[in-house]
Nanobody, 123 residues
Framework: VQLQASGGGLVQAGGSLRLSCAAS????????MGWFRQAPGKEREFVAH????????EYAASVRGRFTISRDNAKNTLYLQMNSLNVEDTARYYC?????????????????WGQGTQVTVSS
């Protein structure tokens, strides 16, 4: 599975962005999916994950209530709607896939990674 993330950019604090992650194969629907992010000088951290059919989702405490993960299996695409962005959300955002029914917070359990898309939030 090849993953291509897009939708990042520069936004003012309080603004919104929607990230997309396009998968190359029709087996996308068989994968649990996740979003992670890495800020400069920091380790990569979990943001959100979603199950194969989209029925189970989990969020990091820092984004809960502001970010929404979703997927469209017919389009082989994963999304991350980000609202009320703040400077602390500045990072490179990565999508990841694992051949499992469920997503997970553990990045080492994902088999496939996209190249990432940069999100920069200005104050």
């Amino acid at each position: 599975v090849q993953l291509q993330a897009s939708g990042g950019g520069l936004v003012q604090a309080g603004g919104s962005l929607r990230l997309s992650c396009a998968a190359s194969r029709r087996t996308f629907s068989n994968n649990g999916m996740g979003w992670f992010r890495q800020a400069p000088g920091k380790e990569r951290e979990f943001v959100a994950h979603i199950s194969q059919k989209g029925s189970v989702k989990e969020y990091a405490a820092s984004v809960r209530g502001r970010f929404t993960i979703s997927r469209d299996n017919a389009k082989n695409t994963l999304y991350l709607q980000m609202n009320s962005l703040n400077v602390e959300d500045t990072a490179r955002y990565y999508c990841a896939a694992r051949p499992d029914k469920w997503g997970t917070t553990q990045e080492n359990l994902y088999a496939y990674w996209g190249q990432g898309t940069q999100v920069t939030v200005s104050s």
